[in-house]
């Protein structure tokens, strides 16, 4: 959520010498649905796929829209469950915060504090992650906000996916902890688990270097 292509700047670093890396954003739209077939129309006819977070999300409901397409998957940081009735109302409120004014107060103060684990590079992934939410402004939060409180429960989805999975998680993730991962793993045949320390919710910014080395194992499958 409020992140764009600089969010896999390390990936994209590292792997577009061998592979076309496309980066889709998670705009313009304010459902789940619409998003991934957004990103349907423009994808290749097959595709690895790979969402963090809201993307994970995004890439649970392309696997259930296409799952013809999709060759193998990698769902990072993510969860398959939707919104609690406590959480669709706080995001109510953010969203009337920030038409208000307060997107930098809400994303600094209530948002990303809560997504990295303490390291050397905290600071400055905080400040990038600024950046990017700057970017997206008001009208991104509002209409991802909207997909994320409005989603579908996914996990029933996961049983059917028969392509090879990854799945990988910061270790110190509050947001969407290694056991929801370890559930995922378990609910998707043949998934492989990948636990990053010294991560949170970010790993491909705060452990580039481990996240990478299991994401080319996953592409070598």
Request: hydrophobic residues 40%; negative net charge.
């Amino acid at each position: 959520m409020m992140c764009d292509a600089r969010l896999f700047a390390p990936q994209i670093n590292e792997f577009s010498a061998d592979y076309p890396v496309m980066v889709a954003p998670l705009t313009g739209r304010s459902t789940i649905t619409e998003l991934s077939q957004d990103i349907l129309s423009n994808a290749p006819s097959q595709f690895a796929l790979a969402g963090l977070s809201m993307g994970g999300i995004v890439a649970m409901e392309i696997i259930r829209q296409a799952p013809e397409r999709v060759l193998s998957l990698a769902l990072i940081d993510t969860t398959p469950m939707a919104d609690s009735a406590a959480r669709a109302i706080e995001r109510d409120a953010q969203i009337d915060r920030v038409r208000n004014g307060g997107l930098r107060s809400v994303m600094r103060d209530e948002m990303k504090p809560n997504y990295l684990a303490d390291g050397l590079n905290k600071d400055q992934v905080l400040d990038l992650c600024m950046e990017m939410a700057n970017a997206l402004g008001v009208d991104g939060f509002i209409s991802q906000s909207r997909a994320l409180q409005q989603r579908s429960d996914q996990r029933d989805i996961l049983s059917t996916i028969d392509v090879p999975t990854l799945i990988l998680c910061g270790e110190d993730d509050t947001l969407c902890p290694v056991e929801r991962h370890e559930m995922m793993r378990d609910l998707i045949p043949n998934a492989r688990l990948a636990i990053i320390p010294g991560s949170g919710h970010l790993p491909v910014l705060e452990q580039p270097k481990l996240t990478n080395k299991e994401i080319k194992l996953w592409l070598n499958t």
